[in-house]
């Protein structure tokens, strides 16, 4: 094929379950989705199966963005190759001394902090040392490096971990072991690179995250680039909500973390703008977690990291609280009562109720066994609903409940919601934020299923379920911007700053961040520079973002910070106040619109069954095609499409957009 024949966009999400695909084509309008079975120990395998079942060959395709949770799930699963680390002498312990902060206050049983992923053994205490502020105090001489090289040669590892004391300040150290290490060991992360804040432990911690990553990343990005060669065309989601092009993945394959859920998030925040909603909530359910954020007035929740087994990573993200409780999360019944999850039916053998030998009952056998799933046809013409092999599974609980399986499905439910309205509250009552007056945006697998009965149990009055949306995170990876984002410690007080010194130290940090973008040829004309400061009283430890402008301009930035801290915490004083770090995100706004992905028709007759709500068993419930909702209906209903199923419990309704969203509210008493 020519040039000309490769017109398809592609965007793809690899769950713990299944990897999602949206493919479009530009100058005709056309979208095709499809869902395959993801492939852990195969996911370029699984993302090439994924291009067939949307009926293209890989030599159409112009350009694939794609989000992964396998860097999390590696993290989350220490299934990690060993690292070195290479820090300050006297600060070799950082990772295994950590925080005063126990794991759980309470339980003396379980150590009361993670092992540290660097064993003793592996640690470097380096000759060198460098004050706050970057003054070189003690230089790092050729005899000391070469002593390095003899020592890391002797453990054998592929990767380094470099962490200088306060190189955020001054990286000249950490670059110097940089180009003497290159051909010494395959990879090696930088602490000035991954994270050049303060916090001597969570930057070491984020840097060996990296280092361990690298391998991983590697490998993985070089099998793709090989089996799909699209040169620029290849890109990765990151965790702060765009796309980033690979070779600046190769760096700092952190920035994949959590880019799964931060893709939906992407596409939440068009979707809010478009609808002009100032609060939503993201509810991601797919098959093996569920995710939710928050956005606020177009802009989704920032966050400087979070913790990743039990252990801190740090780096700006989009600030998205996930739990372990999706399709296939396993219901256990312990002296406690009813649990789901964490443990995960996966993809392989999946839930009992998709016929592929599961055995342990899963939140979508519930919602199978109370008639939400159709038994008829199969999911995307792949995957069939075995009820008799739902009903097995869920069995032994219901027997020693001693309830029926009707009523035990509807427990598992109401426990599933429990867990997730904990979720949203985790999100929003934390940030000052009242979640009954925001909208909920369902989407994933099993968010529109549940959407109506969470949106019950926490008091929310309206529910929007996007168009597509099954593969709604894959939507998000194509019509995100192109965008990278550097964060760099400033540490300066308002009150007589150095405005040449910092406005400086501002241009170095943007210009960092223009440059995987620069790199990937987008005119600097096209790209757009967004900056905030994180800001805090002299006596505090936490920072707050505040919109920064440029020129810097002090008093204006002390009275937005006063106003933020008033909103947020309702006080503000007239203490010392610092710019503690700024943060640059670099973007070229995305050019891909899809204003009405298109709903894959289901191949059968849409017939009523007997579905099962709260307080109304055996309902014989109207099935309806969702491609063919053009007025408003009335629960009890079921809206199917290929992919999906919005379920409507009675008192509720659901009335189309134009954009092919639906909108559900409870019914007017």
């Known amino acids: 094929m020519t040039a000309l024949d ?10 713990g379950t299944f990897t999602d695909i949206i493919a479009i084509r530009r100058d005709i309008g056309e979208t095709r989705i499809a869902k395959v079975p993801s492939r852990p120990h195969a996911p370029v395998q699984a993302m090439l199966e994924a291009i067939e079942a949307v009926g293209l060959q890989k030599s159409e395709v112009c350009r694939f963005i794609h989000g992964t949770t396998r860097i999390t799930n590696a993290i989350v699963e220490e299934r990690l190759p060993q690292v070195a680390l290479v820090a300050t002498r006297g600060f070799e312990d950082v990772l295994e001394i950590g925080r005063y902060r126990r794991r759980d206050l309470y339980r003396l049983d379980i150590a009361p902090k993670a092992r540290s992923l660097v064993p003793r053994d592996f640690c470097f205490g380096l000759n060198e040392r460098l004050d706050h502020d970057g003054t070189v105090i003690a230089a790092l001489d050729e005899a000391e490096i070469e002593r390095l090289i003899v020592w890391l040669k002797a453990t054998g590892v592929q ?65 793709l680039e090989e089996r799909l060669p699209l040169g ?49 909530l993201t509810f991601d359910m797919g098959g093996t977690t569920t995710d939710v954020c928050l956005i606020v007035d177009g802009q989704a929740e920032m966050t400087d990291g979070k913790m990743l087994g039990d252990r801190p990573l740090r780096q700006p993200m989009l600030a998205v609280h996930s739990i372990g409780a999706g399709g296939g999360s396993i219901v256990r019944l312990g002296s406690g009562g009813l649990s789901v ?67 035990t499905a509807l427990g598992i439910i109401k426990v599933a919601n429990a867990t997730m309205a904990r979720a949203l509250r985790r999100v929003t009552v934390e940030r000052g934020i009242d979640g009954r007056d925001c909208t909920l945006l369902a989407f994933g697998g099993g968010g529109p299923m549940h959407a109506a009965g969470l949106a019950e149990l926490y008091g929310i009055t ?40 910092v406005s400086a130290r501002i241009d170095a940090t943007v210009e960092l961040a223009l440059e995987p973008l620069v790199a990937n040829a987008i005119p600097r004309s096209s790209i757009k520079v967004e900056l905030v400061a994180l800001m805090r009283y002299a006596a505090q430890n936490d920072a707050i973002p505040v919109r920064l402008t440029l020129p810097l301009d002090p008093a204006f930035l002390q009275q937005e910070f006063l106003k933020k801290h008033r909103e947020l915490f309702g006080y503000a004083t007239s203490e010392p106040c610092v710019i503690e770090s700024i943060r640059v995100q670099t973007r070229q706004p995305s050019t891909t619109e899809v204003k009405r992905p298109g709903i894959d028709a289901r191949r059968t007759e849409f017939v009523p069954r007997s579905c099962s709500f709260d307080n109304a068993h055996n309902m014989m419930t109207d099935v309806i095609d969702r491609g063919a909702v053009s007025a408003e209906v009335t629960g009890p209903a079921i809206i199917e499409d290929a992919w999906s199923t919005v379920v409507v419990p009675p008192g509720w309704q659901a009335v189309p957009g134009a954009s092919g969203n639906l909108f559900l509210t409870r019914v007017a008493s």
């Not at 799933?373 to 092999?389: F, H, M, Q, S, Y």
């Not at 929007?464 to 194509?478: H, R």
Request: charged share 20%; hydrophobic share 45%.
């Open 341 to 407: 999850g964490p443990e995960s039916a996966g993809s392989e053998p999946g839930p009992a109720s998709y016929g592929r030998g599961g055995t342990q009952p899963t939140i979508t056998d519930a919602n199978a066994l109370l008639g939400y799933l159709n038994p008829v046809t199969k999911l995307g013409d792949r995957i069939g609903i075995d009820l008799e092999a739902a009903a097995r599974a869920v069995q032994p609980i219901a027997d020693r409940l001693g309830m029926s399986l009707n009523e």
């Open 159 to 223: 990767s380094v971990a470099v962490a200088l004391l306060h190189a955020y300040a001054n990286p000249l150290h950490e670059k110097m072991l940089g180009e003497r290490l290159k051909g010494v060991v395959p990879h090696v992360s930088l602490s000035h690179e991954v994270n050049p804040e303060a916090r001597e432990f969570e930057r070491t911690s984020s840097t060996v995250f990296n280092a361990a990553a690298m391998p991983i990343a590697v490998e993985y990005l070089s099998e």
């Open 232 to 280: 620029a065309g290849l890109q990765v989601f990151h965790s702060a909500g765009a796309m980033i092009p690979i070779a600046a993945v190769k760096r700092r394959p952190l920035v994949m973390a959590m880019s799964g859920p931060a893709a939906g998030v992407s596409a939440s925040v068009s979707i809010a703008r478009q609808l002009d909603k100032s609060r939503v």
């Open 6 to 15: 490769q017109i398809w966009e592609i965007g793809t999400d690899i769950g």
């Open 462 to 501: 309206e529910v929007v379920v996007p168009a597509a949306s099954s593969a709604f995170s894959a939507l998000g990876c194509l019509t995100a911007d192109f965008s990278f984002l550097q964060q760099q410690t400033l540490r300066v007080a308002i009150d007589g700053i150095d405005l040449a010194k």
